[in-house]
């Protein structure tokens, strides 16, 4: 089976480069949210995305597209089945970490974690395993998940806080990032039992890298720990942001149904609209079985209440 999926940061003067070689490639342009914009020619899909900036190809013809169209034009050299000789870190063992929730009002805090070699590194890559935020479907979150999780060599953990533990334990910690790092070393503790002769774990940096060192030598795991921005390009880390997604997705679609309203993402309008609707439904005291009561949203929704 060829290649259906393919990132790569750009520079940001390539962008409007990029778009004049789609143009003039018969493609049609479109607009897609947090993108420059999005292009499809048949069943060949490109989007660039605000973020990086990172192009996003996918479908039957992204092999062809990237060789004689990306590599050449944009990035001026091979990159494709080059990936081992770039980045050797990425196909040795190790583990990859990374969250989901931590910006959500409602909903739980998940950290994921996920551990990779050479061959599994390989099949996930093949497979379209990427970051989570670049993968807008929830089937394809759920598709991605089952696929990590069947890899020959891949071994996972998955840590869900709901909101009523997360804000106890918000309580305790008085600090999110103390909080991140608790529940990132617990994963990493958790894989060090499934691989005990894994040598490195490679978490997204959240926070000042001694937070999660000393969260690490608390849980007494002793181990080669890496922490770097845009750390979901490893292919470890991209696979433990998915299945950071799909257990807090589910969450969010089960609490939906449980509670009898939606449960929008993020921390804006739309929650502001739905924490009142909770509440006239519920009142307030169950907020803390749903939501992150550390937020200014919750003094936005309680204070008028209470005017």
Not at 97 to 118: H, M, Q, R, W
Not at 198 to 211: I, K
Request: aromatic share 8%; proline share 5%; hydrophobic share 35%.
């Amino acid at each position: 089976m060829g290649l259906t999926t393919y990132t790569q940061e750009i520079e940001k003067g390539d962008v409007e480069k990029l778009r004049e070689l789609l143009l003039r490639g018969g493609f049609e342009m479109r607009e897609k949210p947090y993108a420059y914009f999005g292009a499809r020619k048949g069943k060949l899909n490109v989007t660039v995305y605000e973020k990086g900036p990172k192009v996003l190809v996918q479908g039957k013809e992204t092999e062809e597209f990237v060789k004689f169209v990306l590599e050449p034009e944009i990035l001026g050299e091979a990159r494709l089945g080059y990936e081992e000789v770039r980045n050797p870190e990425m196909f040795q063992p190790h583990f990859g970490i990374d969250e989901s929730g931590k910006g959500d009002y409602f909903g739980p805090l998940v950290i994921a974690g996920a551990y990779t070699n050479s061959e599994s590194t390989r099949a996930l890559m093949e497979a379209g395993v990427m970051d989570s935020k670049r993968v807008s479907s929830r089937d394809r979150i759920a598709n991605l998940s089952s696929v990590i999780r069947r890899t020959p060599g891949v071994k996972t953990s998955v840590i869900l806080i709901g909101p009523k533990r997360y804000n106890e334990l918000y309580e305790r910690f008085a600090n999110l990032n103390e909080l991140l790092a608790w529940g990132h070393a617990k994963v990493i503790k958790e894989l060090s039992g499934l691989v005990p002769e894994c040598p490195r774990a490679l978490s997204d940096q959240f926070a000042n890298p001694r937070v999660l060192e000393r969260a690490l030598a608390r849980q007494e795991v002793n181990m080669e720990l890496q922490q770097r921005t845009k750390g979901e390009s490893d292919v470890a880390v991209a696979a433990a942001s998915i299945l950071a997604r799909e257990a807090f997705v589910r969450w969010i679609e089960n609490g939906s149904e449980a509670w009898g309203l939606s449960f929008p993402l993020g921390a804006g309008a739309p929650v502001l609209e739905s924490g009142r609707d909770f509440i006239d439904l519920h009142g307030q005291e169950p907020l803390a079985e749903v939501a992150k009561l550390h937020f200014k949203t919750t003094n936005q929704l309680t204070s008028s209440r209470n005017e």
